[in-house]
């Protein structure tokens, strides 16, 4: 799927890794603006947990969807535009979307939003007391 001279022509700028990725050690870097996901909820709890903003590409299934709309909604990303009809998207659509959510001054409130979600989802005693407090809810069923 990449296409022919695409890694060298990369080489000096970035890297084009094949399978496994470290996620959590790239999303950490200070390097990185922004979070171009699939929208599924480990990675989207992975990416604000670390107060990067989303762009939002929604996969096949269903949830992702409902994921990408509710993280547009809760104004911490903003989805790439598709075809309504078929899913289709243009290259341009995504590079105005990156741009938006990285670098534009549009794009501020998003930024601050997500980093602001740093606290909540980047907070593991929190999630440690949520996930306690679930465990007891189900034992006391």
Known sequence: ?????????????GMVLRGWAPQLRIL??????GFLTHCGWSSVIESLGLGKPLILFPGGSADLGLI???MH????GFE???NDVDGSFKSDLVAA????VMVDPEGEQLRANALAMKEIFGNVELSNKCLDEFTQLIENI
């Open 28 to 33: 950490a870097h200070s390097s990185v603006g």
């Open 1 to 13: 799927m990449i296409p022919p001279e695409f890694e060298e022509r990369v080489s000096k700028r």
């Open 73 to 76: 909604w809760k104004k911490v």
């Open 97 to 100: 979307c990156i741009k938006r």
């Open 80 to 82: 790439i535009e598709r």
């Open 68 to 70: 990408a709309r509710l």
